[in-house]
């Protein structure tokens, strides 16, 4: 079993910066091929960046292309989100998810483990 627990969030002003973590327990962190989504009240989860097992393949959501950068430390089993030029549209939990799939990493439904969340809060 697989437990991701994340951390970073909080609330920034348009334009400013923030980095999220995800860390990982168990042994398998490298095999995993990781994600980061992000929820607002009322709506389905979105998909924003993910990630392959050795770091060598990286997926963006249009929304963020650019802004945002996911990477991984494998030797702290760790992945992490560093987002820029924030928007006040960026509002949400944001969780990180692990999948043993490379394929179709855009979609919740090919994770299997997922963290807890945590609020980005970016005000205009």
């Known amino acids: 079993q697989v437990q991701l627990v994340e951390s970073g969030g909080g609330m920034v002003h348009a334009g400013g910066s923030l980095r999220l973590s995800c860390a990982a327990s168990g042994r398998t962190f490298s095999l995993l091929n990781m994600g980061w989504f992000r929820q607002t009240p009322g709506k389905e989860r979105d998909f924003v960046a993910a990630i392959s097992e050795q770091g060598s393949r990286t997926l963006y959501s249009d929304t963020v292309k650019g802004r945002f950068t996911i990477s991984r430390d494998n030797a702290k089993d760790t992945v992490y989100l560093q987002m820029n030029s924030l928007k006040p549209e960026d509002t949400a939990v944001y969780y990180c998810?692990?999948?043993?799939?490379?394929?179709?990493?855009?979609?919740?439904?090919?994770?299997?483990?997922w963290g807890q969340g945590t609020q980005v809060t970016v005000s205009s």
């Open positions: 998810a692990g999948s043993w799939t490379p394929d179709d990493l855009n979609s919740p439904g090919r994770y299997s483990y």
